[in-house]
Nanobody
Framework: QLQLVESGGGLVQPGGSLRLSCAAS????????IGWFRQAPGKEREGVSC????????KYADSVKGRFTISRDHAKNTVYLQMNSLKPEDTAVYYCAAESVVQTMCVMTRIWYDYWGQGTQVTVSS
């Protein structure tokens, strides 16, 4: 009933761009901060970016600063992750997640998030 669905993943060459989408099913995203996480084979799931409820506060992992941009469209009940200048090390399964506790900020800590999508594969070929 409360689900998040990621889309937009795929195969892209180094230096290319990709836009991921996170759409809600069964609830509105207006009351949730949204985080993007990724997990590469053999590695822990790590925070990539997050956006607050209103969209006025965002955070990025150091590894993606200047390359990735998170945004949200309340009318479409969707959150986006624009990924530019992609590198092979960006290859991972990307997950979006929703968090309802923090009011005005966002965090990139897994335990704070209540709902998770199934993930979408991003592969940056060398």
């Amino acid at each position: 009933q409360l689900q998040l669905v990621e889309s937009g993943g795929g195969l892209v060459q180094p230096g290319g761009s990709l836009r991921l989408s996170c759409a809600a099913s069964g609830f509105t995203l207006d009351y949730y901060a949204i985080g993007w996480f990724r997990q590469a084979p053999g590695k822990e799931r790590e925070g990539v970016s997050c956006i607050s409820r209103r969209g006025n506060n965002t955070k990025y992992a150091d590894s993606v600063k200047g390359r990735f941009t998170i945004s949200r469209d309340h009318a479409k009940n969707t959150v986006y992750l624009q990924m530019n200048s992609l590198k092979p090390e960006d290859t991972a399964v990307y997950y979006c997640a929703a968090e309802s506790v923090v009011q005005t900020m966002c965090v990139m800590t897994r335990i704070w998030y209540d709902y998770w999508g199934q993930g979408t594969q991003v592969t940056v070929s060398s």
